[in-house]
């Protein structure tokens, strides 16, 4: 694995930390997780549902300034609470 892939890796394990002893997240995170996956994303290989890398950059660069940052786990848990807040996952669905 490359050092970029591990630190993704790394970066995940800790949010699904940060998300784990908080099981009325559970549902916002997977709710919000599938608005965000492009479609057919079972077609593309790895077969995972991540949203567009286009859209992560985008949407690093305006909260923190650069594109491939990674935000905190905490910051992962205040935007799902966020979204339980609003009723579901939020209201943005994507370009499909």
Known sequence: MTGRRVRRWAYLVSAAGAIGPHP?????GLMTL???APRRWWRRWPPLPVPDADYLA??????YGD?????????VVAYLEWCRA??????YRGAR
Do not use: H
């Open 24 to 28: 009325r997240l559970w549902p916002a």
């Open 34 to 36: 599938r608005r965000l």
């Open 58 to 63: 985008f949407r690093m660069e305006t909260a």
């Open 67 to 75: 594109p491939s940052a990674l935000p905190p786990p905490a910051d």
């Open 86 to 91: 609003q009723g579901g996952a939020g209201r």
